[in-house]
């Protein structure tokens, strides 16, 4: 059973910059694709961003392209999201979730990722 934690949310006003990482347990392996979702209160959730196994390729949404970075480190079995320029809109717990396999055309896809952590809050004030 592959497990995942979260951390690095908090409270940030809108032009900071907030680093989240997600840690996986023993049982994970570095073929598993990696992502970061968001859900905003009332609204569906979304893929932010996405990783290969290899880390060689990574996937974005729009809205955080150019803003948002994610990356891994398999030998520590992490993986990462720094989010820079934040605006009120990333306001929303973000979750960290692993597939088998690459992440390919559907990197986004919810029910593609069997594992999920609890997430962790983010929040950006204006």
């Known amino acids: 059973q592959v497990q995942l934690v979260e951390s690095g949310g908090g409270s940030v006003q809108a032009g900071g910059s907030l680093r989240l990482s997600c840690v996986a347990s023993e049982y994970a392996s570095s073929d598993n694709c990696m992502a970061w979702f968001r859900q905003a209160p009332g609204k569906e959730r979304e893929g932010v961003a996405a990783i290969s196994p290899a880390g060689g390729v990574t996937y974005y949404v729009d809205s955080v392209k150019g803003r948002f970075t994610i990356s891994r480190d398999n030998a520590k079995k992490m993986v990462y999201l720094q989010m820079n320029s934040l605006k009120p809109e990333d306001t929303a717990m973000y979750y960290c979730?692993?597939?088998?396999?690459?992440?390919?055309?559907?990197?986004?896809?919810?029910?593609?990722?069997?594992?999920w952590g609890q997430g962790t809050q983010v929040t950006v004030s204006s």
């Open positions: 979730a692993a597939r088998y396999g690459g992440c390919g055309v559907d990197s986004f896809s919810l029910s593609q990722y069997r594992y």
